[in-house]
């Protein structure tokens, strides 16, 4: 979890969750299944990996990508909780086993060293659609150690929204939903929402709004368990509920947070995590942290990660089929620099982009402009830029450093809040591409904000 965000400041990620540690995700008893379990009646898969491959092998890049180091860049060092590891992307830390089993394990040098693995989702755009439901589970045994040699472990299945990538300043406004937590070993399955303020606030900051259960059956350690997230926007009030092995043992509805708060974490989409850390503020609220009597070695072992969507509405498009001819809402990007978001007062609700300067930008993958080509883009912006700061909202294909096809100048109209549609011409284009909103200015001062975009013919 992560402190207090404001625009161009570090973020801390501290995961003090007060209620009681989750179970370490472990390396063998029970076997995998050979691919994830068949959809229910009424839900469509929309995203899995069975970790099927040969043994040694590391994760799918067109699935997942490896957050490696000790923190984001430009973020807060140790991810911000205080955890020690390196992350890497080798696979002595992060591989496949040849039996369908993703293992993510820590390892520690003669020096004393930690490195572990951090693998996300390359999508973010994963949420319910309009008056439906999402379920994003994964079947995971937690690392097979307890009692002392346990201490420091922190296994995790998570997710968060996506305003968090490429910006590490806004949590927990964005939202934070843990599926699984774990630490010391302890035969516990954490389940918590982060968002609001820090500290404190309406989500009870940095704890959040949280809960745990033993495993049932065989102890988290020493079986798989299928841990599961089921977001409802059916229900009223909205719920997010969180289940092992079928049985809820946490909920969240939207009534027990104001509604601005709910809509910030909330109405926009949100990628996955996988991870083992080692130490931290987690660790230590129970019993301590990392000493010579941790073992290193114990993986977490996950047999598959799936999402299903059910229910009225449209799902998000996924990465790589962006239709450019349809309002593709400008929060939905896959990665940004220097950009905010915020809850909108334009016709539909939902989120815009702002705080937008010099040298932002924003980018969204596979847009699909087809065989006749666009000549066109529109934005929907708004602006309450001083008088004399104004900027350009340019169009780039596929690298942010590549000649813009098209953009236009604006300035302040009326408030940022106060929205127009632009149009501007571009230069032909066909096929599918990488789209990056960029903004150029001559003065350092926030400019625009954006709500949508979406291209012409």
């Known amino acids: 979890m992560r402190t207090t965000p404001t625009r161009r400041n570090p973020l801390r990620r501290t995961l003090l969750a007060l209620v009681s540690a989750l179970s370490l995700a472990a390396a063998g008893a029970s076997a995998a299944q050979a691919s994830a379990p068949t959809p229910p009646s009424g839900w469509t898969q929309v995203f899995v990996d069975d970790f099927n491959g040969s043994a040694g092998t590391g994760v799918s890049t067109s699935n997942w990508q490896y957050a490696t180091g000790t923190g984001y860049p430009g973020g807060p060092a140790n991810w911000g909780t205080g955890e020690v590891e390196t992350m890497t992307n ?92 774990n630490v010391q070993g302890l035969n516990r399955v954490w389940a918590t929402m982060h968002c609001g303020t820090n500290p404190g606030g309406p989500c009870n900051e940095t704890t959040g709004i949280g809960n745990y259960t033993a495993c049932p059956g065989a102890t988290c350690q020493s079986g798989f368990h299928t841990y599961t997230m089921e977001w409802d926007r059916s229900a009223s009030p909205e719920a997010i509920r969180f289940l092992v092995d079928g049985t809820t043992f946490h909920t969240v509805t939207a009534n027990q947070v104001d509604a601005t708060t709910w809509a910030n974490a909330t109405n926009h989409g949100f990628f996955i995590i996988l991870n083992v850390a080692m130490g931290g503020a987690f660790p230590d609220a129970f019993g301590g942290g990392l000493d010579s009597a941790t073992e290193p070695g114990h993986p977490m072992v996950v047999d598959y990660v799936q999402v299903l969507s059910s229910g009225s509405g449209t799902t998000p498009p996924p990465t790589g089929n962006r239709d450019a001819y349809s309002p593709i809402q400008a929060e939905s990007y896959d990665s ?39 000549t066109q883009f529109n934005a929907r912006v708004a602006s309450g830029a001083a008088s004399g700061v104004s900027g350009l909202v340019e169009v780039r294909l596929d690298s942010r450093t590549s000649t813009p096809v098209g953009s236009f100048a604006v300035g302040n109209t009326g408030g940022w809040q106060s929205w127009r549609t632009i149009p501007a011409n571009i230069s032909s284009v066909t096929g599918t591409h990488d789209v990056y909103l960029t903004f150029t200015s001559g003065q350092s001062q926030e400019f625009v904000n954006v709500n949508w975009f979406n291209f012409g013919r």
């Open 90 to 181: 080798s696979t002595n830390n992060v591989a496949l086993d040849g039996n369908g089993n993703l293992r993510i394990t820590p390892r520690r040098d003669t020096s004393g060293n930690w490195t572990s693995g951090r693998i996300e989702t390359n999508r973010t755009d994963f949420q319910p659609p309009s008056g439906g439901k999402l379920r994003v589970e994964a079947r995971i045994q937690m690392p097979n150690v307890t009692g002392t040699a346990a201490e420091g472990y922190w296994p995790a299945f998570w997710m968060l929204g996506a305003p968090y990538r490429g910006n590490y300043q806004n949590w927990p406004s964005v939202g934070e939903l843990d599926i699984m937590e």
């Open 336 to 374: 940004q620099s220097g950009v905010s978001t915020e809850s909108t007062s334009d016709s539909g609700g939902g989120q815009n982009i702002g705080a937008l300067a010099n040298g932002d930008w924003a980018l969204y993958k596979g847009v699909t402009f087809g065989s006749t080509a666009a």
